[in-house]
C-alpha cells in the first residue's frame, strides 16, 4: 500500500516562497520515481517536476529555474520549494510515485497520487 501526503500549501503573495511537502508510506522508496503535479480551476493536470531515484531531476518550462524538487530517501520525503511565486501558479499541487528501475526522471506514467494541497498566489 503506497500512500502520498502533501503538506505545506496556502495563500501567498506573488514573489514570495512557499516549501511543499510529501511525505511517502513506501517502504522501497528509493525504487520509486517521484513527482509533483498541479492542477488549476478548470485546466488538466499537468506535470511541474520529477526526480529520478538518485536525484536526477526535470523541471517544465514554466517553473525551470524558480522551483527546486527534492528527495530524501532516509526520511522517505519529497519536497517543492517554490519561489518567485506567480499568479499562474495558484492551483491544487499533488504528489506522484512510480515504481522503477530507472534513474531517468520520468514526464508520465505515474499510478500514486496525493490528495493534493492548495496553493493559491494573489496578485
Known amino acids: 500500500q503506497v500512500e502520498l501526503v502533501e503538506s505545506g500549501g496556502g495563500l501567498v503573495q506573488a514573489g514570495d516562497s512557499l516549501r511543499l511537502s510529501c511525505a511517502a508510506s513506501?517502504?522501497?522508496?528509493?525504487?520509486?520515481?517521484m513527482a509533483w503535479y498541479r492542477q488549476a480551476p478548470e485546466k488538466e493536470r499537468e506535470l511541474v517536476a520529477s526526480?529520478?531515484?538518485?536525484?536526477?531531476?526535470y523541471y517544465s518550462d514554466s517553473v525551470k529555474d524558480r522551483f527546486t524538487i527534492a528527495r530524501d530517501n532516509t526520511k522517505r520525503r519529497l519536497a517543492l520549494q517554490m519561489n518567485n511565486l506567480k499568479a499562474e501558479d495558484t492551483a491544487v499541487y499533488f504528489c506522484?510515485?512510480?515504481?522503477?528501475?530507472?534513474?531517468?526522471?520520468?514526464?508520465?506514467?505515474?499510478?500514486?497520487w496525493g490528495q493534493g494541497t492548495q496553493v493559491t498566489v494573489s496578485i
Open positions: 513506501i517502504y522501497t522508496f528509493d525504487n520509486f520515481a
Open positions: 506522484a510515485a512510480m515504481y522503477t528501475m530507472a534513474d531517468v526522471p520520468p514526464r508520465s506514467g505515474f499510478n500514486y
Open positions: 526526480i529520478s531515484r538518485e536525484g536526477k531531476t
